[in-house]
T-cell receptor, first 114, second 115 residues
Framework: NAGVTQTPKFRVLKTGQSMTLLCAQDMNHEYMYWYRQDPGMGLRLIHYSVGEGTTAKGEVPDGYNVSRLKKQNFLLGLESAAPSQTSVYFC?????????????FGEGSRLTVL | AQKITQTQPGMFVQEKEAVTLDCTYD???????LFWYKQPSSGEMIFLIYQGSYDQQNATEGRYSLNFQKARKSANLVISASQLGDSAMYFC????????????FGKGTKLSVKP
């Protein structure tokens, strides 16, 4: 029972490089999310998707792009990485966008931009 | 203004004692959900407990209970009989109607359980 899987788990980039984080879920969830976690800041929403082929901006979308070509996958891209994007990134999915329905999280991806 | 406020950056509790982690929230939506997550040092986010704004009873899940005081906009997590494995960061979060399922998180409380 994989749940939500993120790859890679760790990555070091140089300023200006690009990369893509992959999130895959096997629970047939419609809703998927990308958060970043910084010390003392809790989790903040970057982008989200309410279904295959849809994406929307969250609280801190600048510098990131996303795609949801398949229902089970949600990709987060950094076109030109900056040191301010050093963070731990979490993908999450949910079956329900109502009041109930917890988010299921991946294990996180630690990104360092030098 | 912060939507979720956790005023205790860090707390200590003696093993086997109970501990309360504070959470206050701010919303004008009458329909909302409140969640608590645990993040151990290994980094994963673990769902603990949920409380709906219309729920009459306080939520309980094993040793976890949620002290929901709607008029005070408070949703404190109570952990009974603390164990060493309870040492972790704890995050309070809220989902409002129309938020497309997004959770708004507080900044967290680091709980340390002393033997």
């Amino acid at each position: 029972n994989a749940g939500v899987t993120q790859t890679p788990k760790f990555r070091v980039l140089k300023t200006g490089q690009s990369m893509t984080l992959l999130c895959a879920q096997d629970m047939n969830h419609e809703y998927m999310y990308w958060y970043r976690q910084d010390p003392g800041m809790g989790l903040r929403l970057i982008h989200y998707s309410v279904g295959e082929g849809t994406t929307a901006k969250g609280e801190v979308p600048d510098g990131y792009n996303v795609s949801r070509l398949k229902k089970q996958n949600f990709l987060l891209g950094l076109e030109s990485a900056a040191p301010s994007q050093t963070s731990v990134y979490f993908c999450a999915s949910s079956w329900d966008a109502g009041r109930t329905g917890e988010l299921f999280f991946g294990e996180g991806s630690r990104l360092t931009v030098l | 203004a912060q939507k979720i406020t956790q005023t205790q950056p860090g707390m200590f509790v003696q093993e086997k004692e109970a501990v309360t982690l504070d959470c206050t929230y701010d919303t004008s939506d009458p329909s909302y959900g409140l969640f608590w997550y645990k993040q151990p040092s290994s980094g994963e986010m673990i769902f603990l407990i949920y409380q709906g704004s219309y729920d009459q009873q306080n939520a309980t899940e094993g040793r976890y209970s949620l002290n929901f005081q709607k008029a005070r906009k408070s949703a404190n997590l109570v952990i009974s009989a603390s164990q060493l494995g309870d040492s972790a960061m704890y995050f309070c979060a809220m989902r409002e109607r129309g938020s497309q399922g997004n959770l708004i998180f507080g900044k967290g409380t680091k709980l340390s359980v002393k033997p």
